[in-house]
């Protein structure tokens, strides 16, 4: 009993049986002209073809192979209508197996061999006779005893310690909008870098000289959300942008070691380390986060409303009231300089696997821990 | 799917079932099949033996776009040889019904069988072979041609060249999605060519293999079948798959596009279903990941 017709007999209509000739025939049909040939004399070739054993008609054989591979194909491509036609043709198609797997045409493209021609290969890709042929030419840059331009110019430090530099990726207040648009961003919880992070808003990189998050003022005019938000840089328009809704803006500094912890919680907090303190800013930027225009974190906090009334007289806006606002509590909510999350502190310990917080209790690293 | 089972609805031999849970009560006596049915299948099939009780129904746990509909298929049953249509399982379509890339499982097929082949060929070279420090003849005078060592490569038992040097890695990972997509890929051919059947659970009337054979053959689930699982496998289809050659049976974390396509029929349970359906539908709509998969997510399935 053949299983194959049966069981597609009980679920769809009998498909138009192909005729018993092709049912059978085996994998390679023999070609006539080279069975013919052998242990033969030369002459009629022809003739002789009829002498081997009956060859299926090659006509028949191809045009069942050529369907089946033009068939597999138009199913991989999507049968020319979409997925239900696709779905459709394969179930008219044999059984797929191991054996009638290929990938498709043109994905695996041989690679070039050189010196594989007849008479032991002839010049391999590598020119006639000189130095290309023979390998012997010199270095990169040399101008045939000429002082080569790339010492001929003189040194300047444009690119002077350019690895070790600060690097902020920038944050367009358009991308801003478009996470809190799609809800992968919470504008009712302060949003921090670990927030970006997780809505996969920014990627950054501490082992790469990234010390954060610039905000840039990219989508200023179209941005409508009111957030509190923590940035390690923004500019001017971007700041106006942000209070202008009603929202707060605060820069804070992390130093490498607290930006991967913030940037990457859960792989920290499996290591067992306490959280550390986050350490204050070098000299040079102790400068920018002091100073309230920049809403610095190290800025007097009595300086940032005059700073906010300064803003929007430039700017042309009217300065909303937070304080009347129902999610003043939340707007309002800041970090302290040495905290690196919001709700825990430096020293504990968290245990994930166990949910539990561990907090030292020890004089000195009580005192080391809140100084 | 839907096609044929609503074929199989108006058939007289489907329709009875409908009637028996619209009307709660089983039909004692043998029902007749109507003899308006002119399919040449339903003339074959015998009507079940056993009282029908209410139809198993699966629906999908998870949402379906709203532009796509389910693809559906039979729940059948181990307890009895005739209880093919024990109910109607809904299945999700972008599980079971994704575009068909035979590529992607020549793709995955290939990773499979070569990702963890280790190639221990290892031949000397000259410099490995012993001996062939010492110039054999001078270099002038003998007649013969010059020389420097006996184990140079033009030499018989002088080391190889570009030989296979050491133990070689073939190790290669392709993206999770695309090992997801060419699950994806064989369950759908599966599916779509009529070789894939789900069954409500494992049990079985005895721990005979031959039964299970025998039920194998008489639904023409074809030469070797492969069943799935996903919670702890009765006893009896243990014992029964045990002794079979042509029959195995695999916990559902173990399923892989090699065994799907080298048996030519699958059998999943309802739990298998739903099972894969949570685990493959997870990677079209989550982010990037953070950190390995290894470290805790929360919503990781």
């Known amino acids: 009993m ?23 025939r085996p994998a390679r049909p023999p070609r006539h002209g080279r069975v013919a040939t052998v242990g033969r004399g030369g002459g009629s070739g022809g003739r002789k073809a009829t002498r081997c054993s009956p060859p299926l008609l090659p006509l028949q054989a191809g045009c069942v192979r050529q369907r089946e591979r033009a068939a597999m194909a138009a199913a991989s491509r999507g049968g020319g209508g979409g997925g239900p036609k696709a779905l459709e043709l394969l179930r008219a198609l044999p059984r797929v197996s191991l054996v009638n797997l290929r990938p498709n045409p043109g994905a695996k493209k041989s690679e070039k061999r050189r010196g594989r021609g007849r008479h032991g290969g002839k010049k391999s890709g590598r020119g006639h006779k000189g130095q290309r042929q023979r390998g012997t030419r010199p270095r990169l840059g040399f101008e045939g005893g000429q002082t080569p331009f790339y010492l001929i110019i003189p040194k300047y430090g444009y690119n002077e310690g350019h690895s070790r530099r600060r690097q902020y990726h920038p944050l367009s207040l358009q ?18 870098l670990t927030q970006l992070t997780n809505a996969r808003g920014v990627t950054i990189q501490p082992l790469k000289r990234d010390y954060g998050v610039q905000l840039v003022e990219e989508g200023a005019d179209i941005f409508s959300a009111k957030v509190n938000i923590e940035v390690q840089m923004a500019s001017e328009l971007a700041i106006a942008a942000i209070e202008k809704n009603g929202g707060v803006i605060t820069t804070g500094f992390y130093d490498p070691r607290s930006l991967e912890i913030l940037c990457k919680p859960i792989p920290f907090f499996l290591r067992g380390q306490p959280i550390p303190k ?37 700017y042309g806006y009217v300065l ?29 310990v968290v245990n994930m696997s166990e949910k539990k917080i561990l907090k030292p209790t020890d004089e000195r690293l009580l005192r080391y821990y809140s100084s | 799917m839907i096609r044929a089972g609503s074929r199989l609805w108006s058939r007289g031999a489907a329709a009875r079932a409908l009637a028996t849970s619209a009307g709660r009560l089983g039909l004692t006596e043998a029902p007749v099949p109507s003899p308006h049915v002119v399919d040449a299948a339903s003339q074959a099939e015998k009507p079940p033996l056993v009282t029908p009780s209410a139809p198993v129904l699966r629906d999908c746990c998870l949402a379906i776009p709203s532009h796509r509909t389910a693809v559906q298929a039979w729940v059948e049953s181990l307890r009895h040889y005739e209880d ?113 059947h789900i069954v409500d659970g494992l049990d079985m009337p005895t721990c005979d293999p031959q039964y299970l054979a025998d039920l194998a053959r008489y639904r023409h689930w074809g030469q070797s079948v492969l069943i799935v699982d996903v919670n702890k496998m009765p006893e009896n289809i243990m014992k029964a798959t045990a002794s079979l050659k042509t029959i195995t049976l695999v916990p559902a974390l173990g399923l892989n596009v090699h065994s799907i396509l080298k048996h030519e029929t699958l059998v999943l349970t309802l739990d298998t279903v739903a099972f894969l359906e949570e685990k493959l539908l997870w990677h079209d709509s989550r982010y990037t990941a953070l950190h390995p998969f290894r470290l805790p997510y929360s919503d990781f399935p």
């Open chain 1, 175 to 192: 991308k801003l909008q478009y996470l809190i648009d799609l809800g992968r961003v919470d504008p009712t919880q302060p949003i921090d």
């Open chain 1, 278 to 314: 986050r350490m204050l800013p070098p000299e040079d930027l102790v400068r920018y986060y002091t100073d309230a225009r920049n809403r610095g974190y190290l800025a007097n906090p009595s300086n940032i409303p005059e700073a906010r009334l300064e803003l929007a007289k430039k």
């Open chain 1, 2 to 24: 053949d299983t194959h017709y049966t069981t597609r007999h009980l679920t769809r209509p009998p498909l138009p049986r192909s005729p018993p000739a092709l049912s059978h």
């Open chain 1, 320 to 348: 909303p009231d937070i304080s009347k606002d129902e999610l003043f509590r939340m707007l309002s909510t800041r970090k302290d300089p040495r905290q690196i999350f919001f709700g825990l502190a430096p020293g504990w």
């Open chain 2, 84 to 196: 093919r249509h024990v109910g109607l399982a809904d299945l999700h379509p972008d599980v079971f019904a994704v575009m068909p890339r035979v590529d992607i499982l020549h793709t995955v097929a290939v990773w499979q069988r070569n990702y963890k082949r280790i190639s221990y060929a290892k031949v000397k070279t000259r410099a490995e072979v012993r001996g062939g420090g010492k110039k054999p003849w001078a270099q002038k005078g003998s007649g013969r041609a010059r020389h420097g060592s006996i184990r140079s490569p033009l030499w018989r038992g002088g080391g190889i060249i570009h030989g296979p040097r050491g133990p070689t890695s073939y190790y290669y990972m392709l993206p999770m999605k695309v090992r997801v997509l060419g699950l994806k890929v064989a369950l759908t051919t599966k599916l779509m060519q009529d070789n894939l």
